[in-house]
């Protein structure tokens, strides 16, 4: 089993920045392809950002190219999703999830493990 905890989220202004952290304990994430995704209100989770277990590949969301990049730290057992340019509509719940693969996937359904979710809100 695999427990992951989220955290960094909060309020910014647009324009602004954030830093997602993602800590998992239980057992090494070292194998496991992580991703981030994300709920606004009253909609459909979302893919926003997947690695692979190695951290050699990342697949970013066509929505936030550019602005947000994933990353992972398997010594210490964290992933980070960097959060620049934020704008009203990143407002979600943003939450963590590890996949038993080490490849990389943009569907929710291909994750087993996943976080409680941070808040993120962004004001215009």
């Known amino acids: 089993q695999v427990q992951l905890v989220e955290s960094g989220g909060g309020l910014v202004q647009a324009g602004g920045s954030l830093r997602l952290s993602c800590a998992a304990s239980?057992?090494?994430?070292?194998?496991?392809?992580m991703g981030w995704f994300r709920q606004p209100p009253g909609k459909e989770r979302e893919f926003v950002a997947g690695?692979?277990?190695?951290?050699?590949?990342?697949t970013i969301s066509d929505s936030v190219k550019g602005r947000f990049t994933i990353s992972r730290d398997n010594a210490k057992n964290l992933v980070f999703l960097q959060m620049n340019s934020l704008k009203p509509e990143d407002t979600a719940v943003y939450y963590c999830?590890?996949?038993?693969?080490?490849?990389?996937?943009?569907?929710?359904?291909?994750?087993?493990?996943w976080g409680q979710g941070t808040q993120v809100t962004v004001s215009s």
């Open positions: 690695v692979r277990s190695d951290g050699s590949a990342t």
């Open positions: 999830a590890a996949r038993t693969s080490p490849l990389r996937s943009t569907y929710s359904s291909h994750y087993a493990y």
């Open positions: 239980g057992r090494t994430i070292s194998a496991y392809a």
